[in-house]
């Protein structure tokens, strides 16, 4: 499964209830441990990746287009 560079924020919601900094840059390692555990997850559940499942999705409902 590929996912993007960074695909989301890190933030602590404990000191940063809003969300609006991201703490990736502070904590290398906490970022790729959360990465890999996503990895586990989404193998052993069987997430697609969005880029392979949305032209499918796009085919099975029968639209033209889809926009994220």
């Known amino acids: 499964m590929a996912m993007p560079a960074r695909a989301k924020p890190l933030c602590d919601i404990e000191s940063d209830k809003t969300e609006l900094t991201d703490t990736a840059d502070r904590n ?32 099975a409902w029968n639209i033209e287009t889809a926009s994220e």
């Open 28 to 59: 290398p390692a906490l970022e790729n441990y959360l990465i890999r555990q996503y990895r586990v997850w989404a193998e052993s559940t069987g997430v697609q990746d969005w880029n392979e499942a949305l032209p499918q999705l796009v085919r």
